[in-house]
């Protein structure tokens, strides 16, 4: 692995120089279809910083005008609970909290979704939408049965289709109560595709139906997207994510919300809140390119911190996290309740995927070392 992050040698084309260092440890730059970090420079985080701090005293001064100052999609995980927990008890500001069901949410993030809203007096302000959830099962669907690539990871792939869906919904919701803002609880690390803001013009783009799934959608599943043809961009809200630029700790972030006791302790991890899907699509990846996915954002965590002595701590941190993940996997006791909910619902086994997963990866060049880093996981010799 990367003596520098956790990356594995050889994994989504990754590599180690004779140094120790992932490409992206040897150039900030370096991109692939599953990794580009978005470069970010003092005077954006400023400027960025600047219009949040606004964005929230003009909130402040139009409360009581309207109903909701904003919508907060809420999933139950530690982030998007800290963050009502801010809008509420620091800014005085009354959201409208937005919970989409894929019909693949744990058990976990439902009922931290309840404690909190009993904690924070929030049940008048929250709104449960499942509806969409054939919608969204189509979409898992296809992308499960019909993912070929070579390089680019089931997870990214049906993640950044899946969350745009999510927010192109938070997004139609805004715009039918009149709302300015949409806000995500984004982390740090997350910022694949934007830092602090979507522009107008990307929240109508990605509120199109994806191309490929075109011939599946019925009118019922494409009613969830945006009429672009019929839209302007003054009806779109703003879609913001303040922890790219606000102070943010993660030991603090998961300490508050559990000292206030809006979720239980322990229970703001976010492999126990993450959907089932992403789980399987875990599954999926670690025999499919030899690795966990995850591997990315932790890596980049580490990758953030300020100095060495930090840095050293949060590697081994990170590492413990990914081997764990990793050995369960191989052990078949990676959420499998979770699992079963998974394939019952797809109509399709588990063995039945793996055999899908073997055929693709006996045809990818990286085959050795795949086998290879998923071997030194059997071993616990991956450090």
């Not at 003596?3 to 989504?12: R, S, T």
């Not at 910022?191 to 019925?218: H, M, Q, R, W």
């Not at 580490?302 to 050995?327: C, F, G, M, P, T």
């Amino acid at each position: 692995m990367c003596k520098n992050c956790i990356l594995p040698d050889g994994f989504l084309g990754f590599e180690i120089n004779s140094e120790g260092l992932c490409n992206i440890c040897q150039d900030p730059t370096f991109k692939t279809v599953n990794f580009s970090k978005v470069q970010i420079n003092n005077e954006l985080r400023k400027s960025s910083l600047e219009d949040w701090n606004r964005t929230v005293k003009l909130m402040q001064k139009n409360h009581g005008t309207i109903d909701f100052d904003c919508i907060i999609g809420y999933s139950g995980g530690k982030d998007s609970t800290a963050l009502l927990d801010t809008f509420v008890c620091e800014y005085g500001l009354t959201p409208l909290a937005v919970t989409i069901d894929t019909g693949f949410m744990t058990d976990v993030a439902k009922n931290n979704i309840k404690d909190t809203l009993a904690k924070l007096n929030l049940y008048t302000n929250h709104i449960f939408i499942e509806d969409a959830i054939s919608t969204f099962t189509k979409l898992y669907n296809w992308f499960f049965l019909n993912h070929t690539s070579n390089e680019r990871c089931l997870t990214i792939e049906v993640c950044h289709t899946c969350t745009a869906l999510i927010h192109t919904i938070l997004t139609r919701e805004a715009i039918k109560r009149d709302l300015r803002y949409v806000i995500i609880g984004f982390s740090p690390d997350q910022i694949a595709k934007y830092f602090y803001e979507t522009s107008k013009e990307d929240v109508l783009k990605d509120g199109k139906p994806p191309p490929e799934l075109t011939n599946i959608f019925t009118k019922n599943d494409l009613q969830w997207f945006l009429d672009t043809k019929k839209m302007t961009a003054d009806q779109i809200p703003r879609v913001l994510y303040p922890y790219h630029v606000i102070e943010y700790d993660e030991n603090e972030v998961i300490n508050r919300i559990e000292t206030k006791g809006l979720i239980e302790a322990g229970k703001g991890d976010p492999i126990l809140t993450n959907c089932h899907v992403v789980k399987a699509a875990l599954m999926y990846d670690f025999y499919r390119y030899g690795g966990i996915p995850y591997a990315l954002q932790y890596a980049e965590l580490v990758r953030q911190k300020k100095n060495e002595d930090e840095r050293i701590k949060s590697r081994k941190e990170w590492l413990r996290v990914y081997n764990q993940v990793a050995r369960l996997v191989l052990s078949g006791n990676f959420n499998p309740d979770g699992m079963k909910l998974f394939f019952n619902k797809m109509g399709v086994s588990e063995s039945e995927l793996l055999e899908t997963v073997e055929k693709q990866r006996d045809k990818d060049p990286n085959k050795d070392k795949i086998l290879k880093n998923i071997d030194l996981i059997r071993r616990k010799k991956l450090r």
